[in-house]
């Protein structure tokens, strides 16, 4: 397939690409470098030893989006364009609404315009609130806008509940909705990694810049949660293992039986943040500085999953273990 990948500089888009390309499919990326380095493309074109086609464009942009969706021919829409910080999203939320909807609306029209049936969405575990039951499966309690506990996870219910209702208006759209559980880790090249702009927002880098020595020490927002140790607990999931879920989920595209699919992304176990700091330690052979300060707002207690949906769907699994998480990352931030 012929893949356009939205917001494929950042994070998880290039593991993706990565993936995609090891799969014999082909990629064109935009995205507007927010949050993301055109190095992490130069990267990706150095691990699959191919030219892949970018184009700086901002998925708000309409007139400029469509100049790609003219020149290119696609397949299939993989959006992982966004903004993706829960912490932000409290204090900026009218940004965040206005970024994500605006961005996800602009290139379904584009698609309907084109002639572009097949789209995967990064939807988040947040979607589930703060009154979900860890493990959670998929036909638990989501988009309840009630129960989520920030606007990121609103933007993301939102995008769901427009996904959903195109797919039940037109029989020829086919939407695959991947609710992730905290990826983290790095390509085993250490080529590319989560590489935020300024002081990460996530757990993993931020503790990679306190174990390199790049900040001081890691905040740990809070200790009073209803979890073993206090710290929130989380489902973590190798970056590598999350890519190799969306190349799996295209086989949906295939489907003559439904054209609306939902998949949680995850191992199924939960770690807590203290856990991770000790694994990473341990991993790595050395201390990482720790404050306890004030709760984050938006977070909860517990999110981990229950992936057996997509493991008998999909012949997915999440193979890396935690160690191979905290290696590959400190591996990553010591050879930037």
């Not at 720790?290 to 977070?299: L, M, S």
């Amino acid at each position: 397939m012929r893949i356009l990948v939205a917001g494929g500089a950042g994070y998880i888009g290039s593991h993706t690409i990565v993936e995609l390309y090891t799969k014999g499919h082909t990629v064109v990326c935009v995205d507007n470098l927010y949050n993301a380095k055109l190095s992490a493309i130069k990267n990706v074109e150095k691990i699959v030893k191919k030219q892949i086609p970018f184009y700086k464009v901002d998925c708000c942009d309409k007139k400029k989006l469509e100049t790609v969706f003219k020149k290119e021919k696609f397949d299939a829409v993989i959006m992982f364009q966004g903004y993706k910080a829960v912490g932000e999203s409290v204090k900026i939320p009218i940004k965040y609404y206005r970024n994500n909807l605006d961005s996800a609306l602009t290139i379904i029209e584009l698609m309907d315009k084109y002639n572009v049936h097949n789209i995967m969405f990064s939807s988040s575990a947040t979607v589930y609130g703060k009154n979900a039951k860890s493990p959670i499966k998929e036909t638990d309690d989501a988009l309840r806008l009630n129960d989520i506990t920030n606007p990121y996870g609103e933007t993301k219910a939102m995008i769901e509940k427009i996904l959903m209702d195109k797919a039940a208006a037109d029989s020829k759209f086919k939407a695959v909705i991947l609710r992730y559980f905290n990826p983290v880790g790095a390509h085993e090249s250490a080529l590319i990694g989560e590489d935020p702009n300024g002081i990460p927002n996530n757990l993993m880098p931020y503790i990679a810049k306190v174990a390199t020595g790049k900040l001081p020490y890691l905040n740990v927002y809070g200790n009073d949660y209803k979890t073993k140790d206090g710290t929130g607990v989380r489902d973590y999931i190798h970056v590598v293992d999350l890519a190799k879920g969306h190349v799996a989920a295209l086989k949906c595209y295939k489907s003559k039986k439904q054209n609306l699919f939902v998949y949680n992304l995850g191992t199924g176990n939960g770690t807590s943040v203290l856990d991770l700091v000790k694994a990473y330690e341990k991993a790595n052979k050395l201390k990482v500085k720790y404050k306890i300060v004030g709760r984050r707002a938006g977070d909860v207690d517990k999110l981990y999953c229950k992936p057996t949906k997509a493991n008998k769907e999909l012949g997915w699994m999440a193979k890396l273990d935690i160690e191979s998480m905290c290696e590959s990352s400190y591996n990553f931030e010591n050879k930037k």
